[in-house]
């Protein structure tokens, strides 16, 4: 028979952190060209482009003191 490992034992992962900043500067880059057509999505994606970055900052930091104390 195989053991099972304790599922409270395994670490939690999230999304990257790359992942948010892949998604942030698509947004950014949308919300530019829509913006030159005056689209009022543009105010959305532009909006919403710094909170994909914050997040994004906010996975890099919380990865990199995981890094930090293994």
Do not use: N
């Not at 939690?12 to 952190?17: A, L, Q």
């Not at 949308?30 to 057509?37: N, T, Y």
Request: hydrophobic content about 40%; glycine content about 8%; charged content about 20%.
């Amino acid at each position: 028979m195989s053991s099972q490992t304790d599922p409270s034992t395994k670490k939690k992962r999230g999304i990257p952190w790359y992942v948010y900043f892949v998604g942030s500067s698509v947004y950014t880059a949308l919300g530019g060209w829509l913006a030159a057509d005056s689209s009022p999505l543009a105010i959305v994606c532009i909006l919403s482009a710094p909170v994909g970055f914050f997040y994004a900052w906010r996975a890099w930091k919380q990865e990199k003191d995981h890094r930090g104390k293994a």
